[in-house]
């Protein structure tokens, strides 16, 4: 499953904006302050909304005057269209309108539908809920159900059958989005010996503990990363998860010149961020939708094309989506035009452009030009402050 297209409307920067045609890795560009993180929090508020409900997830937020843009009253109104569904091969729409009530957030209009595949049919509505009041088709029969809170969602308690197909892959996609802003300080920690991590946090204050279960579990994409850490740190050999006499499990550096290993905190930014991205990107169970923030902190620019790459590699391993920020162009260079997105504000509110509409950068591309170069020079209009 991929997401098609976004559409936001009083959500935090964004007053009523629609982002098409989204291909399976995007990078996002614009200046400070743009409203790239809070795009990236929108599927931290869907899946804090399903796992808990639309009032936790708001608070979270510091409320819904808080998400809600500034100088508009609401209602918030998020829709996502989807895509390259197991359960359908019709395109997928799930719509959610939150609300203040007497002062309480609620759904005030939840919708989960598909266009059946004959041509001309008019959507059909799957999930049809309005302030904990709906509909659910059930062996295509309309069924009316009311939820215990107008604060939950009705795909949460419908998700939960398997006979619901559409709504239980919707579920699961939403429930495996990943959210990656790596801490380098976070990173170097050790950690407690309990246990074991299927994946790296989005922090990576779990680094060693993941990086174990790799390492004993899948030896073969653990090597697979010592490889591509050779490649590109010529001088680290290998790195270790090791079991202290504490019961703590930390991380050791192998450098080539030198029989003394190196603790976490002894190496480079760079060397951490680089280990953290190759743990990610070689996640044995890859997710469904990975956010990254960032990536190219503390990396050496000649190395940010391959790892653009890499990005890209990385959902098509999975059949699963990237969604990339930036404000690198050396990582830029990389992508391809149809995956650019530059934002920009206009009157306090974010906007959202494509490259892939540009006319005239498509053809610089076509010749040669870099998508970083031609942003350093202006072209992507309205995208430097």
């Known amino acids: 499953m991929k997401i098609e297209s976004i559409r936001l409307k009083n959500f935090r920067m964004f007053r009523d904006v629609t982002i098409d045609k989204l ?14 993180s809070s795009l990236f929090d929108l599927f931290g508020f869907l899946r804090d909304a399903l796992t808990y409900n639309v009032k936790e997830a708001l608070a979270k937020r ?7 843009s500034r100088g508009t009253v609401g209602p918030i109104e998020l ?29 005030k209009r939840e919708v989960l539908k598909y266009r059946p595949k004959q041509r001309g049919g008019s959507p059909r509505h799957f999930i049809d809920f309005t302030q904990g009041k709906g509909t659910v088709v059930i062996n295509d029969k309309s069924q009316e159900q009311q939820l215990l809170s107008k604060a939950n969602l009705a795909l949460k308690g419908v998700g939960q059958f398997q006979q619901f197909e559409v709504a239980s892959e919707l579920c699961r996609f939403i429930e495996n989005w990943h959210l990656s802003d790596l801490q380098i300080s976070e990173a170097r920690k050790i950690n407690l010996a309990n246990g074991y991590d299927e994946h790296l946090s989005r922090c990576g204050d779990n ?36 079991l202290t006499e504490d019961g703590r499990i930390a991380l050791k550096f192998h450098h080539r010149t030198f029989e003394e290993t190196f603790q976490s905190w002894q190496v480079s930014d760079g060397t951490i961020q680089m280990f953290a991205y190759f743990l990610l990107l070689y996640d044995p169970n890859p ?41 690198s162009p050396d990582l830029l260079n990389g992508a391809k035009l149809e995956g650019i997105f530059w934002l920009t504000q206009k009157n306090g509110y974010t906007q959202v452009r494509t490259t892939a509409e540009d006319q005239l950068m498509k053809k610089l591309i076509e010749v040669g030009d870099l998508p970083g170069a031609l942003w350093k020079q202006g072209f992507f209009e309205d995208a430097h402050p």
Not at 23 to 36: I, R, S
Not at 86 to 97: I, M, P
Not at 100 to 107: A, H, K, Q, R, T
């Open 79 to 107: 829709e996502l269209k989807f895509r390259d569904l197991k359960a359908t091969s019709s395109k997928v729409t799930y719509s959610l309108v939150i609300d203040l009530v007497e002062n309480m957030p609620v759904v």
């Open 62 to 68: 510091g409320g819904f005057k808080e998400v809600v």
């Open 23 to 36: 291909p399976n890795c995007c990078f996002f560009v614009g200046a400070n302050g743009t409203g790239k």
């Open 287 to 327: 997710h469904p939708l990975l956010c990254v923030e960032e990536p190219n902190n503390y990396l050496y620019p000649d190395t940010l094309i391959i790892l653009a790459e890499e990005l890209t590699w990385y959902a098509c391993r999975g059949d699963g989506q990237v969604f990339v920020s930036t404000h």
């Open 207 to 242: 680094m060693p503990l993941f990086a174990q279960w790799m390492c004993n579990n899948y030896p073969d994409q653990y090597h697979e990363i010592m490889h591509q850490m050779a490649y590109r740190l010529p001088n680290i050999s290998h790195v270790e998860p090791i």
